[in-house]
């Protein structure tokens, strides 16, 4: 039987004789989110004093805060990334994983399933090398590896041989993409593997879109679609809206300050518009040329449950051109998926999206029916099931091609998340943005987009723990407290965890000094949807791209602005180019020829079969697991070859085996043939000078 403790601190019953502290909460309790409909705030006004008991235990049932004191423990354990020693940018040694749900062999979800990794197979392949440079750090978790509806996220980890704590890479990687919806993979279970690893998610209607999305990650990461270093802040102040005024003032300006002081670090230029500048027709623009970092803070807009218009404009950006609170709604007045210019290139761009409903929608209302203290099976439904936004679905599966990631917040958003009220300091408020400074500064630095939003993480345990653990100390020893500390607390609490990357968690914008010519492409294993009439499997190669001019507000590294060649990151400028730096520049590639052609000098390929993925995907040894060395070649330069042709039992050749096996030794020759070429290629332009 759950507790009500009394409030000595309790003001009157009388509404008119509310604290300081209460009417500048009053204010970041207006949520984010206007109804399509009417016009109107989503939310009605909550009552603090209310929030509060539900807050103390009013409406909350021994097993949800059994639950909250569990997120407590956790939230106080050491660190909330990959264990020491471990370079969580690095997937060589954090590693990479792709989630799905659990589905019956031979069912039509896995036929659907197996197209869909089809699909995504550039992607995979590239994610493959890089977390398998350092070791077998690579996961598929599919079969009976995937996710399986009803399972706990202690349940799941389990199965696949972890436990709480900081990440071991070698059970389980740190990087988790599902691929899922989230009715397969519910969002709860998201927020929760989110505490300690770096998790995102994409779902799309149609192969292609996993296609496109796919090859458009590579792309970017590969140097073949560059962005202008251009970070845009877009903030709406609608008229008479004190949510939108406040996210202007006290979110998006400050940022906009905070990085146009620190351009030298990042080499980004900072752009913003605000107010009467965020109009519908200016995010149009801005996405007919996006920049690397594009940050939008307004309302998102919410339909009514089954309308006919949620699925496609649920989340919607509000822009300025709407009125203000109890002013209709126009379709002109946002900006919803289907207005993403169909000629946009969208690759290489990040997005992060201030708004209610902007990443997702969940089932039920869960927010409301505690604020309220409704029973759960009086929660209302807010879509028929649960969906990501169409604007960052559309965003990633864009057929122009795709953006990384997007930043976005899935249920309503609230100013307490860069807010926060003294209650000790009557009524006081001060900013809150060393989460945004944070997740911001590590994007722009290049870190992978994941462990960048490590600081919302942290945030959201830190506050679960600290609620735990205030709960626990007024309902054992009736402490007194503030209604509204308690309120904003709480609200804090349920908002913190609800922001999300839709995408790879694994993306990221390039370093500011990182030449983008050294990063190479896998050979695509499907052909490009957007390009009509491709071949289903390809051999082309990408053009090492030569050195070009800055874009408009690009900053290019020293070393990189007076290189006449292409830049590979191993020449200096002019003045270098003497005969005494020619010469030392000759005796290293002299060396790094060396090396290459040692390296490259046997090229050996394997192919295994196994009865037991589960082994090899817990991360044991293949000759450990009982995987069968099935095929084998092993070339040298000199043209000596050595074949090792699979048989079945009967004596024939297996020939699905061996197509798939001389598929992939094709490939080997021709990395290493491209390799070669490339580095001969730069030796004699260079030293032959």
Same mark, same amino acid.
């Given at each position: 039987?759950?507790?009500?403790?009394?409030?000595?601190k309790?003001? *009157?019953?009388?509404?008119?004789?509310?604290?300081?502290?209460?009417?500048?909460?009053?204010?970041?309790?207006?949520?984010?989110?206007?109804?399509?409909?009417?016009?109107?705030?989503?939310?009605?006004?909550?009552?603090?004093?209310?929030?509060?008991?539900?807050?103390?235990?009013?409406?909350?049932?021994?097993?949800?805060l059994?639950? @909250?004191?569990?997120?407590s423990?956790?939230?106080r354990?050491?660190?909330?990334?990959?264990?020491?020693?471990?370079?969580?940018?690095?997937l060589?040694?954090?590693? =990479?994983?792709?989630?799905?749900?659990?589905v019956?062999?031979?069912?039509?979800?896995?036929?659907?399933?197996?197209?869909?990794?089809?699909?995504?197979?550039?992607?995979?392949?590239?994610?493959? /090398?890089?977390?398998?440079?350092?070791?077998?750090?690579?996961?598929?978790?599919?079969?009976?590896?995937?996710?399986?509806?009803?399972?706990?996220?202690?349940?799941?980890?389990?199965?696949?041989? +972890?436990?709480?704590?900081? !990440?071991?890479?070698?059970?389980?990687?740190?990087y988790?993409?599902? !691929?899922?919806?989230?009715?397969?993979? *519910?969002?709860?279970?998201?927020?929760?593997?989110?505490?300690?690893?770096?998790?995102?998610?994409?779902?799309?209607?149609?192969?292609?879109?996993?296609?496109?999305?796919?090859?458009?990650? !590579?792309?970017?990461?590969?140097?073949?679609?560059a962005?202008?270093?251009?970070?845009?802040?877009?903030?709406?102040?609608?008229?008479?809206d004190?949510a939108?005024?406040?996210?202007?003032?006290?979110?998006?300006?400050? @940022?906009?300050?905070?990085?146009?002081?620190?351009?030298?670090?990042?080499g980004?230029?900072?752009?913003?518009?605000?107010?009467?500048?965020?109009?519908?027709?200016?995010?149009?623009?801005?996405?007919?040329?996006?920049?690397?970092?594009?940050?939008?803070?307004?309302?998102?807009?919410?339909?009514?449950?089954?309308? *006919?218009?949620?699925?496609?404009?649920?989340?919607?950006?509000?822009?300025?051109?709407?009125?203000?609170?109890?002013?209709?709604? $126009?379709?002109?007045?946002?900006?919803?998926?289907?207005?993403?210019?169909?000629?946009?290139?969208?690759?290489?761009?990040?997005?992060?999206?201030?708004?209610?409903?902007?990443?997702?929608?969940?089932?039920?209302?869960?927010?409301?029916?505690?604020? @309220?203290?409704?029973?759960?099976?009086?929660?209302?439904?807010?879509?028929?099931?649960?969906?990501?936004a169409?604007?960052?679905?559309r965003?990633?599966?864009?057929?122009?091609?795709?953006?990384?990631?997007?930043? +976005?917040?899935?249920?309503?958003? =609230?100013?307490?998340?860069?807010?926060?009220?003294?209650?000790?300091?009557?009524?006081?408020?001060?900013?809150?943005?060393?989460?945004?400074?944070?997740?911001?500064?590590?994007?722009?630095?290049?870190?992978?987009?994941?462990?960048?939003?490590?600081?919302?993480?942290?945030?959201?345990?830190?506050l679960?723990?600290?609620?735990?653990?205030?709960?626990?100390?007024?309902?054992?020893?009736?402490?007194?407290?503030?209604?509204?500390?308690?309120?904003?607390?709480?609200?804090?609490?349920?908002?913190a965890?609800?922001?999300?990357?839709?995408?790879d968690? /694994?993306?990221?914008? &390039? $370093?500011?000094?990182?030449?983008?010519?050294?990063?190479?492409?896998?050979?695509?294993?499907?052909?490009?949807?957007?390009?009509?009439? $491709?071949?289903e499997?390809?051999?082309?190669?990408?053009?090492? &791209?030569?050195?070009?001019?800055?874009?408009?507000?690009?900053?290019?590294p020293?070393?990189?602005?007076?290189i006449?060649?292409?830049?590979?990151?191993?020449?200096?400028?002019?003045?270098?180019?003497?005969?005494?730096?020619?010469?030392?520049?000759?005796?290293?590639?002299?060396?790094?020829?060396?090396?290459?052609?040692?390296?490259?000098?046997?090229?050996? !390929?394997?192919?295994?079969?196994?009865?037991?993925?589960?082994?090899?995907?817990?991360?044991?040894?293949?000759?450990?697991?009982?995987?069968?060395?099935?095929?084998?070649t092993?070339?040298?330069?000199?043209?000596?070859?050595?074949?090792?042709?699979?048989v079945?039992?009967?004596?024939?050749?297996?020939?699905? @085996?061996?197509?798939?096996?001389?598929?992939?030794v094709?490939?080997?020759?021709?990395?290493? $043939?491209?390799?070669?070429?490339?580095?001969?290629?730069?030796?004699?332009?260079?030293?032959?000078?």
């Open positions: 039987m759950t507790k009500t403790p009394t409030n000595p309790q003001p *009157p019953a009388d509404p008119t004789a509310r604290t300081a502290s209460d009417l500048a909460l009053a204010q970041l309790l207006v949520g984010n989110g206007i109804d399509a409909t009417t016009g109107e705030y989503l939310l009605p006004a909550i009552d603090v004093h209310q929030l509060a008991r539900v807050a103390t235990g009013g409406s909350l049932t021994g097993p949800e059994a639950d @909250l004191q569990n997120k423990r956790l939230g354990q050491a660190g909330f990334r990959v264990v020491e020693g471990v370079d969580a940018n690095d060589a040694q954090a590693g =990479w994983a792709a989630v799905f749900p659990a019956a062999d031979g069912s039509e979800a896995a036929a659907r399933q197996a197209a869909v990794r089809d699909a995504l197979a550039p992607l995979l392949t590239h994610r493959r /090398a890089q977390a398998s440079a350092g070791g077998d750090l690579y996961h598929e978790y599919t079969g009976e590896l995937g996710y399986r509806a009803g399972e706990t996220k202690q349940q799941y980890l389990a199965r696949l041989g +972890a436990g709480p704590g900081p !990440v071991r890479p070698q059970k389980v990687p740190y988790l993409l599902l !691929v899922a919806t989230p009715e397969e993979i *519910p969002y709860h279970i998201q927020y929760q593997l989110d505490v300690h690893y770096a998790v995102g998610r994409i779902a799309f209607d149609t192969l292609d879109e996993y296609a496109g999305y796919a090859h458009s990650v !590579v792309e970017a990461e590969t140097g073949q679609a962005r202008a270093r251009r970070a845009t802040f877009f903030g709406v102040a609608n008229p008479r004190s939108t005024l406040l996210s202007a003032d006290h979110l998006v300006l400050p @940022l906009v300050e905070y990085l146009g002081g620190r351009t030298a670090q990042h980004f230029t900072v752009d913003s518009y605000l107010g009467e500048a965020a109009t519908r027709g200016r995010l149009v623009e801005l996405f007919g040329d996006p920049p690397a970092l594009l940050f939008t803070a307004g309302h998102g807009m919410g339909f009514p449950c089954g309308d *006919p218009g949620q699925r496609e404009r649920q989340g919607a950006l509000l822009c300025q051109d709407w009125g203000g609170p109890g002013t209709p709604v $126009a379709r002109e007045h946002y900006f919803a998926g289907e207005d993403l210019p169909a000629s946009a290139d969208l690759r290489g761009m990040i997005g992060v999206f201030f708004a209610c409903y902007g990443g997702g929608t969940p089932t039920r209302d869960d927010f409301m029916r505690r604020a @309220l203290g409704e029973a759960k099976a009086q929660a209302k439904e807010l879509a028929p099931a649960s969906l990501i169409r604007l960052p679905q965003m990633l599966g864009h057929p122009g091609g795709g953006a990384l990631a997007v930043v +976005a917040h899935v249920d309503r958003a =609230w100013g307490s998340a860069f807010l926060w009220i003294d209650a000790q300091g009557k009524g006081k408020t001060a900013k809150h943005l060393d989460v945004f400074e944070s997740m911001l500064d590590g994007v722009l630095a290049g870190k992978r987009l994941g462990y960048a939003m490590e600081a919302f993480n942290l945030r959201y345990a830190e679960a723990a600290d609620l735990s653990e205030r709960l626990d100390q007024i309902q054992r020893y009736d402490e007194p407290y503030e209604d509204s500390e308690l309120a904003h607390m709480w609200i804090c609490n349920n908002d965890r609800n922001y999300a990357v839709i995408g968690p /694994a993306v990221r914008l &390039p $370093a500011p000094a990182e030449p983008a010519a050294v990063r190479r492409d896998p050979a695509p294993l499907r052909a490009d949807p957007r390009q009509p009439g $491709a071949p499997m390809t051999d082309a190669r990408p053009e090492v &791209p030569a050195a070009r001019a800055a874009g408009p507000g690009e900053a290019i020293p070393k990189e602005k007076e006449e060649a292409p830049a590979y990151g191993w020449f200096g400028d002019k003045e270098d180019q003497q005969s005494g730096a020619l010469t030392r520049l000759g005796n290293r590639l002299g060396e790094m020829l060396s090396e290459v052609l040692g390296n490259a000098a046997v090229l050996e !390929v394997k192919t295994y079969t196994s009865e037991d993925l589960q082994a090899i995907a817990g991360g044991e040894a293949l000759h450990a697991s009982g995987a069968r060395l099935r095929a084998y092993r070339c040298k330069l000199d043209g000596d070859t050595e074949v090792c042709v699979p079945t039992a009967g004596g024939a050749v297996d020939q699905a @085996l061996w197509t798939l096996h001389v598929e992939m094709k490939q080997a020759q021709d990395h290493r $043939a491209e390799l070669l070429k490339t580095v001969l290629s730069l030796f004699s332009s260079r030293v032959g000078k």
